[in-house]
């Protein structure tokens, strides 16, 4: 992750290993700003070669959590991208060459 004043200069955040890092590779593909903060959405690769979506969250652009990875939910597929729409959050990407689209209403 990087963050930009101006979009001329950039920073690395500190690594965390929990959070952005591991046995395989991540890449977040997507982000939105909303009042509490950002959401990014990609995949994760910890099982090998099976990729996994990824939802990290942040206050401010530094710290990072990664929320918990659920089989059922996330699987095998991958998000490529994130809106706010409507008061939640919607994220699309695709599942085995198949498009998909999430919705949360929170």
């Known amino acids: 992750v990087w963050t930009s004043r101006d979009g001329l200069t950039w920073s690395r955040v500190p690594h965390d290993e929990a959070v952005l890092g591991g046995a395989g590779w991540e890449a ?11 959401v990014a959405v990609g995949e994760d ?32 597929a991958r998000m490529t991208g994130v809106v706010s729409w409507g008061g939640g959050l919607f994220a699309f990407g695709s599942s085995r060459g198949a498009a998909f689209a999430a919705w949360n209403a929170r």
């Open 45 to 76: 690769s910890e099982a090998g070669d099976l990729r996994a979506a990824a939802v990290w969250t942040s206050r401010d652009g530094l710290t990072w959590t990664r929320a918990p990875h659920d089989e059922a939910v996330f699987g095998d």
């Open 28 to 38: 977040m593909a997507g982000v939105v700003v909303r009042s509490s903060g950002l």
